[in-house]
């Protein structure tokens, strides 16, 4: 069974953190691509960051760049994403995406992120 399990959301001031976690289990993690997306309310659903199956490259919406970074560890099959100097406008709920060119794709089920003072 495939799940994708989102966690380390929360509620955070202006400038802060927070370090977003997704597990991965039911599939072949290492052969899955891996993206972070994230809708706020009223929104569309929108990518935020991306790293191939090995790890070696990685891809940032323009608005989190330089702000956020997209890690794996195909050893324990999880996928983090380091938020840094965060905005009200990062409000949303975030969630883990795998990918594979032929297989399809999996998503997890979210964690809401809250930035507010």
């Known amino acids: 069974q495939v799940q994708l399990v989102e966690s380390g959301g929360g509620l955070v001031q202006p400038g802060g953190s927070l370090r977003l976690s997704c597990a991965a289990s039911?599939?072949?993690?290492?052969?899955?691509?891996m993206s972070w997306y994230r809708q706020a309310p009223g929104k569309e659903r929108e990518l935020v960051a991306s790293?191939?199956?090995?790890?070696?490259?990685?891809d940032y919406a323009g608005a989190v760049k330089g702000r956020f970074t997209i890690s794996r560890d195909n050893a324990k099959n999880t996928v983090d994403l380091q938020m840094n100097s965060l905005k009200a406008e990062d409000t949303a709920v975030y969630y883990c995406k795998a990918s594979h060119s032929w297989r399809g794709s999996y998503w997890g089920q979210g964690t809401q992120v809250t930035v507010s003072s």
């Open positions: 790293i191939t199956r090995s790890g070696g490259s990685t």
């Open positions: 039911g599939f072949t993690f290492s052969t899955y691509a």
